[in-house]
Nanobody, 123 residues
């Protein structure tokens, strides 16, 4: 059983910073791309940033220059450093990881999601 657990959300004033963390645990053979998505009520979930196992990153245009995604492969953990936060960054942030579970005998990888963490940017 693979699980993603997020932490680090909360309430911050405009211009402030937050750091989100997401740790993968369970029976894991390897982890491919990890990423962060966000969603507001009534809207589709949107990509924020992704990072491959080799460290290549991709960002939504709306967060480029303000957010930084990183990962610690030894800890199976992905981070999202969010600076210069704006009210429009308010959302539930979800961690995603493409994981090959088990001992390596399975051929396929699967997408797993965390439970979500609320980020609210307001004065």
């Amino acid at each position: 059983q693979v699980q993603l657990v997020e932490s680090g959300g909360g309430l911050v004033q405009p211009g402030g910073s937050l750091r989100l963390s997401c740790a993968a645990s369970g029976s894991i053979f390897n982890i491919n791309t990890m990423g962060w998505y966000r969603q507001n009520p009534g809207k589709q979930r949107e990509l924020v940033a992704t990072i491959t196992s080799g460290g290549s990153t991709n960002y939504a245009d709306s967060v480029k220059g303000r957010f930084t995604i990183s990962r610690d492969n030894a800890k199976n953990t992905v981070y999202l450093q969010m600076n210069s936060l704006k009210p429009e960054d308010t959302a539930v942030y979800y961690c995603n990881a493409n994981i090959r579970p088990g001992d390596g005998s399975l051929r396929y990888s699967y997408n797993y999601w965390g439970q979500g963490t609320q980020v609210t940017v307001s004065s």
